[in-house]
């Protein structure tokens, strides 16, 4: 297979086939993140991504999952991702589901009508790092999008039949709007009442424009209970009507895992004990922690 540089996916996507189809991300300008600096978004040439296909298919089906990185290949046009779907429907044919990381960004040239010939063509999932319901973080963060734009999203890719997955960042809006950013997430989320959700926890990366504004003082990120108080607080706004929630990811402190609303009591109620308690034995040492 042919990879450029460091190549990152959801965790759900973990068993998946990796198909590098666009290298970087077409935005790039997000203060927290680092994952793709030193590359330049471009599409791959179609004869690159073909024969990675037709590489896959000598290898048989060993997953029945297939993720298109970079960073937000949904940018693409909507006749190249047709294609290359297309091309997995007939070179992989026990390949049940695509997924693609995505947001407002990708959907604000694609018609309803391309949304569902990408569904009808296997794209099944897409996942968004949302981070924020507070449109005053996501403009201190660079994210591109404001919050009606994601509701929107969600509506869209809902009506389209694909499935969504919508990722917040705790500790992303620091000490002082903490709880507005829980808040504002929470009614965001509800909002788009996603299939999935999953709280990640910011982490300072060096060389990224966040890590800067906290070595000059201008960001504090929260401490580790405060960010489980923001956790609660996101937890307990939210009025889902069937999603699993998950704060398992390897950046947090408490791994939770449930359906919402079914689980949402359990979750608050350990999450209320161990506030309650400060035990840090509930927690993931730090250095099991990561990206």
């Given at each position: 297979?042919?990879?450029?540089?460091?190549?990152?996916?959801?965790?759900?996507?973990?068993?998946?086939?990796?198909?590098?189809?666009?290298?970087?991300?077409?935005?790039d300008?997000?203060?927290?993140?680092?994952?793709y600096?030193?590359?330049?978004?471009?599409?791959?040439p179609?004869?690159?991504?073909?024969?990675?296909?037709?590489?896959?298919?000598?290898?048989?089906?060993?997953?029945?999952?297939?993720?298109?990185?970079?960073?937000?290949?949904?940018?693409l046009?909507?006749?190249?991702?047709?294609?290359?779907?297309?091309?997995?429907?007939?070179q992989?044919?026990?390949?049940?589901?695509v997924?693609?990381?995505?947001?407002?960004?990708?959907?604000?040239?694609?018609?309803?009508?391309?949304?569902?010939?990408?569904?009808?063509?296997?794209?099944?999932?897409?996942?968004?790092?949302?981070?924020?319901?507070?449109?005053?973080?996501?403009?201190?963060?660079?994210?591109?999008?404001?919050?009606?734009?994601a509701?929107?999203?969600?509506?869209?890719?809902?009506?389209?039949?694909?499935?969504?997955?919508?990722?917040?960042?705790?500790?992303i809006?620091?000490?002082?709007?903490?709880?507005?950013?829980?808040?504002?997430?929470?009614?965001?989320?509800?909002?788009?009442d996603?299939?999935?959700?999953?709280?990640?926890?910011?982490?300072?990366?060096?060389?990224?424009?966040?890590?800067?504004?906290?070595?000059?003082?201008?960001f504090?990120?929260?401490?580790?209970f405060?960010?489980?108080?923001?956790?609660?607080?996101?937890?307990?706004?939210?009025?889902?009507?069937?999603?699993?929630?998950s704060?398992?990811?390897?950046?947090?402190?408490?791994?939770?895992?449930?359906?919402?609303?079914?689980?949402?009591?359990?979750?608050?109620?350990?999450?209320?004990?161990?506030?309650?308690?400060?035990?840090?034995?509930?927690?993931?040492?730090?250095?099991?922690?990561?990206?």
């Open positions: 297979m042919d990879y450029v540089g460091a190549i990152y996916r959801p965790p759900s996507e973990a068993g998946s086939l990796l198909l590098q189809v666009t290298v970087g991300c077409s935005h300008r997000c203060t927290f993140c680092g994952m600096a030193g590359k330049t978004f471009r599409p791959k179609w004869e690159t991504i073909q024969a990675d296909i037709a590489e896959a298919r000598t290898a048989g089906p060993w997953t029945r999952r297939v993720f298109l990185c970079d960073g937000d290949a949904l940018v046009a909507t006749e190249r991702l047709l294609t290359i779907l297309h091309e997995i429907r007939t992989l044919p026990w390949i049940e589901r997924g693609v990381y995505g947001d407002p960004r990708g959907l604000r040239h694609k018609s309803d009508e391309d949304l569902g010939r990408l569904r009808a063509a296997g794209l099944g999932i897409v996942y968004h790092g949302l981070e924020s319901g507070d449109d005053e973080v996501l403009r201190r963060i660079d994210k591109g999008f404001d919050a009606t734009e509701v929107d999203m969600g509506r869209r890719l809902a009506q389209a039949g694909i499935r969504h997955s919508v990722i917040v960042l705790l500790g809006a620091g000490v002082a709007g903490s709880q507005r950013h829980a808040q504002e997430s929470a009614r965001i989320l509800s909002a788009i996603p299939a999935f959700a999953s709280a990640l926890t910011v982490t300072l990366v060096p060389g990224t424009r966040l890590h800067q504004e906290h070595e000059r003082g201008q504090q990120l929260p401490d580790r405060a960010l489980l108080d923001e956790l609660r607080t996101l937890l307990a706004g939210t009025r889902l009507t069937s999603c699993l929630f704060s398992n990811h390897a950046s947090n402190y408490l791994p939770l895992q449930g359906h919402l609303p079914e689980a949402q009591g359990r979750l608050l109620q350990l999450l209320d004990e161990v506030l309650r308690t400060r035990d840090e034995r509930w927690l993931r040492p730090e250095h099991l922690r990561g990206l």
